[in-house]
């Protein structure tokens, strides 16, 4: 007999040899119908794999992220062996599930795939899922492996076999089709009850631009037909407000192929959106004991090479500004921080004068390609709320904390309500990829572990993932339609503190090196707005939106009432506008509905003879009668209320 631990603690007696299947059984039968992979030790394997020896077990549904990966992986085999059926010969290279579905990379000779064939490949895995095809599992050797695919000719499988040592080496087979994989899959193909081919793109196989390009097609699969519409309406509604659509008809920003791809234009409507965003954070900053910087929008080479960005991101950056003065060097910076560490060595530094915390909004310069912008997502030029802290060993812990709370806070108010810290430690088994000592890095993930744990945030731990010179924080958030965004993020780094010699005096009357936590709550003011207007489909909250009130006179007999609301207004700091086109009320209204304006303030001649107005807000309707004052009461009551939660 073998113990098993369940997710809840409790531990469970079973024959040695038992699979994940028999255990869901065991519990109940609705959750062994449901079962698509097991968890055993930290692993994902088969639900029929056995399990010998004693297991903490976590048994995978739908429910799990790693049950869809598991469920999506396996379609992607599904979707391999329907396209080989349709087109035989056809050579695959990789077919891994992604956040939303999975994608194939396939090579299909002289052939191109369009999405006119979409629909045949979508019969024709529902036609296979109705065979209930088992996934088979075969470790097989090398020698077997390659004689496999070189009688089939497939040069990809080929080609990630001489990566791969004999005797690990595994073939999944389902009905006709048999690929390399190292697993885990579903039970049998008649779990996929829903599928939809969503496009196709070109890919280099292994990024190589020397290689031929392949057909990546990217699908995705449910286990309910229910699930897939849904699937489908939640992507309608992203197109809706998709933020380069809404950018567009709000008026927010453009881009000019005269000034250059990638390179956004702030329009006067973004601009406001942009400027309130930063002294949101700007008053934040102070209260938090941050002292603001500016530093130029360049530096010299030396300066990149000293910090080490200029071999991470020489090649991602623009040419280099040649001055008339032989090896006199510029670059367009790509990062604040080195200029920040140059700011601390303008002066010495006392243990007393610790923490240091310097912000700034520092436009950065990458050169990216350009098939990867996309919007202001992915841009060339772009602001980071960043700023850096210099802090002791011992502090490192205690300012973690104090970022924690300015990120909660700023995500709080914005309406980002969903979001995990992800939580990025050091490979233990390959510290040689890191720089610093193990007391150190010790010191740093222990106070960043205890950090979250304190703010009792929800997180996930990945090992690996940690920078180069020290552990971080990342912040995943969930926006309205579900989708996940990484925008805030908390680092700690020893490495620039050594390459720039940073030192303080300390305590002991040495020197010591200071400890530099990065921080950026936004990440990035274009990305953050990105993610924000498709969040809240445009309809921003009151104290951020660009256009707050349209006033709107029935007839040009209340303007000069009109323009009496708005000076009054904008004495309040309310922004809006006076609608003074001849046009209907009807239309005006609908015109400020579809702008998304916040408030709409009629007036006419009832509201003029009795100095008040007729208010509507935007989505809800009428709201009645108010006086001016009243209404600018109502309004700041509203922003209040927001800022007080």
């Known amino acids: ?56 077990v976590q048994l995978l549904t739908w429910n799990d992220q790693e049950g869809k990966a598991t469920f999506w992986h396996s379609s992607a085999h599904l979707m391999a062996e329907a396209i080989e059926a349709l087109h035989p010969g056809v050579q695959f290279g990789i077919g891994p599930a992604i956040e939303n579905g999975f994608y194939y990379d396939i090579d299909l000779g002289d052939k191109t795939l369009s999405q006119d064939e979409f629909a045949a490949i979508e019969k024709k895995m529902l036609e296979l899922t109705k065979e209930k095809s088992a996934y088979q599992r075969q470790e097989i050797s090398k020698a077997d492996a390659i004689d496999f695919f070189t009688k089939k000719g497939d ?145 010299s080479k030396q300066l990149y090479v000293t910090s080490g960005h200029y071999d991470k991101y020489g090649a991602d950056s623009f040419q280099p500004i040649r001055t008339p003065n032989e090896d006199e060097e510029f670059f367009l910076k790509p990062m604040n921080c080195p200029h920040h560490c140059e700011i601390y060595k303008t002066k010495p530094r006392s243990y007393r004068d610790l923490p240091l915390r310097l912000a700034e909004f520092g436009t950065v310069y990458r050169y990216e390609q350009s098939g990867e912008l996309h919007g202001l997502t992915r841009v060339r030029g772009f602001t980071q ?12 812990k205690e300012e973690f904390m104090k970022v924690i709370d300015l990120v909660i806070y700023t995500f709080k108010t ?54 180069f010179y020290g552990p971080k924080l990342d912040f995943m958030v969930r926006d309205a339609l579900g989708r996940k965004w990484q925008l805030g993020t908390i680092q700690v780094d020893y490495n620039l503190p050594e390459r720039f010699e940073l030192e303080y005096n300390g305590s002991d009357n040495e020197k010591h090196r200071p400890v530099m936590i990065h921080r950026a709550p936004f990440g990035s003011l274009e990305r953050f707005v990105a993610v924000l207007i498709e969040h809240c489909a445009g309809n921003f909250p009151l104290w951020l939106s660009p256009e707050q009130v349209a006033i709107l006179p029935i007839s040009e007999k209340y303007q000069d009432y009109a323009q009496q609301v708005y000076d009054r207004l904008m004495q309040e700091e309310i922004r809006g506008y006076v609608d003074n086109r001849d046009e209907k009320i009807g239309r005006k209204i609908r015109d400020a509905e579809v702008k998304k304006v916040s408030y709409m303030l009629i007036v006419g001649e009832k509201e003029q003879e009795n100095e008040i107005v007729s208010v509507r807000k935007h989505g809800e309707g009428d709201l009645g009668n108010m006086t001016v004052d009243l209404f600018v009461e109502h309004f700041k009551n509203i922003i209040a209320e927001t800022f007080a939660q």
């Open 1 to 56: 007999m073998i113990k098993i631990t369940l997710p809840d603690g409790s531990i469970r007696e079973f024959p040695k040899g038992v699979t994940g299947f028999e255990i869901a059984s065991s519990i109940s039968e609705g959750l062994a119908r449901n079962v698509l992979a097991a968890k055993v030790n930290g692993e994902v394997v088969e639900s029929n794999r056995p399990i010998n020896e004693d297991a903490t």
């Open 155 to 299: 040069k990809y499988k080929l080609d990630l076999l001489k990566d791969l040592p004999d005797g690990s080496i595994t073939f999944y087979h389902q009905g006709n089709f048999t690929d390399l994989c190292k697993g885990p899959h579903i039970p049998n193909t008649g779990f996929i009850k829903a599928v939809k081919l969503m496009n196709v793109a070109g890919a280099y196989w292994r990024g190589d631009e020397k290689s031929k390009q392949l057909t990546r097609v990217y699908a995705i699969t449910f286990p309910k037909q229910k699930e897939l519409t849904e699937y489908l309406e939640r992507l309608e509604e992203a197109k809706k407000r998709d933020h380069r659509k809404l950018g567009k008809e709000l008026e927010l920003f453009a881009f000019s192929e005269k000034v250059g791809a990638g390179l956004p234009l702030w329009l006067p409507k973004g601009t406001l959106l942009r400027e309130r965003l930063e002294q949101f954070m700007r008053k934040a900053q102070i209260k938090a004991g941050y002292s603001p910087v500016v530093t130029p929008h360049i530096g």
């Open 385 to 396: 709320d960043d700023a850096h802290i210099f802090c002791r060993p011992d502090q490192v």
């Open 414 to 467: 914005l309406g980002f309500d969903d979001y995990t810290a992800q939580i990025s430690l050091r490979d233990p088994e390959n510290k040689a990829k890191y720089i610093g000592s193990d007391e150190l890095w010790e010191k740093a993930e222990q106070a960043i572990i205890e950090a979250a744990y304190e703010k009792n945030l929800p997180t996930v731990t990945e090992l690996g993932e940690a920078a």
